[in-house]
């Protein structure tokens, strides 16, 4: 988020100046690419590039020496920097974006959500990805998962609203006794104050986000864009432009009218839980 802050910073001095990318790039030795990354704050920020522009753009003492100190924040290593041998640079990403937000939507029709992963559930997930690992990276992964769920216990921690297919729960994954414990972990996280959980039933026929899984992340800050996340099998795609913010606003907004009430979720808990048992 700091990054962000700062990009977005850096962004609206240089067009205040009517400083193209490409000349903010050639002063820092740069690309007009780089410039752009900065600003979306998908980089690291370095001392002298931030000098380089702040002359640039003419910044008085007082803002400077402020911006000098955000990048030094922007620059602190992410709390998953012990994991970051097992990520690519797209999810490390993510993990950073997902510490951030006021509000997280999503969406998924194959999985439950990360956030809401019991141990054996993201085991039993994990080891579809990652069957040929050995134990101890096994292990470290499921910590990975596990240390993200602190986010939703945390003192201030963000909303997180998700919708799920119906297939989800009935998808037995790692087993009936690890379901009937995820499961009864969905009810659980019901009760959170800022969790809202909805199921999709088989009997809505096709909805709105047939397309795949998605999740959209907004900021308190108001001045950040929303950031709309796809993964993919070997890939990922961060969506800030506001057409595909719209868009995909719009359908996670069905999906909370198509999908059952909230109210009705525990029930329909309970009855995927009774049916693992016939």
């Known amino acids: ?57 003419e910044v008085d003492d007082e803002e400077r020496a402020a911006l000098v100190a955000l990048a030094h924040e922007a620059n602190t290593p992410g709390w998953w920097q012990p994991y970051g041998d097992l990520l690519s640079s797209r999810f490390q990403y993510y ?35 990652h ?12 910590g990975l998962r596990m240390a993200r769920k602190q986010l939703l216990t945390r003192p201030d921690p963000p909303r997180l609203w998700a919708v799920i297919d119906e297939a989800v729960l009935r998808r037995p994954i790692g087993g009936p006794q690890v379901m009937r414990a995820q499961i009864a972990a969905l009810a659980q996280a019901c009760e959170l104050p800022g969790v809202r959980l909805q199921v999709v039933p088989f009997e809505a026929g096709g909805h709105a986000a047939a397309g795949g899984a998605f999740s959209i992340l907004r900021f308190p800050d108001e001045e950040l864009p929303d950031v709309v996340y796809i993964e993919h099998l070997t890939s990922a795609l961060y969506l800030e432009k506001r057409e595909d913010i719209d868009a995909y606003a719009a359908v996670v907004g069905r999906l909370f009218i198509e999908a059952e009430p909230p109210a009705r979720t525990p029930e329909i808990l309970h009855k995927a839980l009774r049916a693992l048992d016939e």
């Open 1 to 57: 988020m700091r990054r962000m802050q700062l990009g977005a910073r850096l962004r609206r001095l240089r067009e205040a100046k009517g400083v193209s990318r490409e000349d903010a790039g050639w002063r820092i030795r740069a690309s007009e690419s780089k410039i752009s990354r900065m600003e979306l704050g998908r980089v690291g920020f370095k001392e002298r590039d931030i000098a380089d522009l702040l002359t640039l753009y």
């Open 95 to 129: 993990l950073d974006l997902e510490a951030a937000p006021s509000l997280i939507r999503s969406y998924e029709i194959q999985f439950v959500p990360g956030l809401l992963q019991t141990e054996g559930y993201a085991r039993a997930v994990i080891m579809l990805g």
């Open 131 to 142: 069957g040929d690992a050995g134990a101890a990276e096994i292990d470290r992964r499921v």
